[in-house]
């Protein structure tokens, strides 16, 4: 009998070879958006970069930002290039980090979507496909958020009021590099949270100090304050009221202590005050205190009330330097 034919594929034999890569990123990127305290309707994000290059340095070229919904970073899905505007003068130069050095890089965040033409050396198609890979690798995403809340899952953000500033969930910040010898390349910052976890901080408020930066003195001159206080819950309402306390040759004009305000989640209520200045000098306009007199339930350990309010006040400096004038 003549033998039976066996198939080419089953007479092959494999030979599997497996080496251990230790994979060295050439760049560290750490994002931290948060209200700005300068410009209404506008946020911050701040980047922190450090270069672990060995030999050469790196050269920032671009950076993105993408906002991510709380369905969109479950199914891993895409979002929508949001657009950045750098606070730096323009035309500086770009940011160059040598091997071990860092620096960081501040933008400002209005919530409008990019126009602009992508200027990456990355394939658009490949960074969508990547981030998409990324998202769903990060196993950290979903546990991040049950730890937040206990273990119970995060209430949905009810919708900003018309008119106010909405940033997303969270955003994801895509920083492109390029280094000599024509290498280029991506580093991602993922699922960056934008609004406040209840459990961060205390205090459920956050504001904004619009003010000139200087002034000259003259007869009769008050300086302009805007006050804007943003419930930053998203759980419920908050009761408050707040001082400005006077300082040596500042005086607040009109009521120094307002009523008790409420305000619903994300709302903001914004205060005209005037501060007149009786000498030159630089001051702090930043004289501000929040009494808490009422928490949405569960948002804080220690209960609120008129007769025991909870006292806060934002460590941010408004400086205003106030000019002689010429004779």
Known sequence: ARPTKVPASERRQWLTLEESLLVR????????PSPSHREAGCAALALTLESRALAHSLEIADVRCVGVSSAGAKDGGGGESLALQACAP????????PSGSSGQLLFAL???LATAADGSAVDAFARRRLLRACRAADSSLAPRQAR?????????APSAPSGDFRLPNFVDVIVSWSADGGRFGEIYALQVPCERS??????PLDMHLLAPETATLEPGMTVPVTLRIRNASI?????????????????????ERSEVIRLPPLSTHVAELRAFVASPGVFNLNRFRFFVVSLPPGAGAVPASEEAPLAFAFPVERLLHAKAAES
Do not use: H, N, Q
């Not at 323009?90 to 980090?97: A, D």
């Open 110 to 112: 209005s919530g409008k």
């Open 90 to 97: 323009e035309g500086s130069s770009r940011l160059r980090l």
């Open 25 to 32: 990123p050439s760049l560290v990127c750490s994002a931290r």
């Open 148 to 156: 937040s809340t206990g273990g119970a899952p995060t209430p949905a």
């Open 235 to 255: 759980v419920g309402p908050v009761s408050f009221y707040f001082v400005a306390d006077p300082a040596p040759e500042l005086i607040w004009l009109g009521c």
């Open 198 to 203: 209840p459990a961060a901080s205390p205090c």
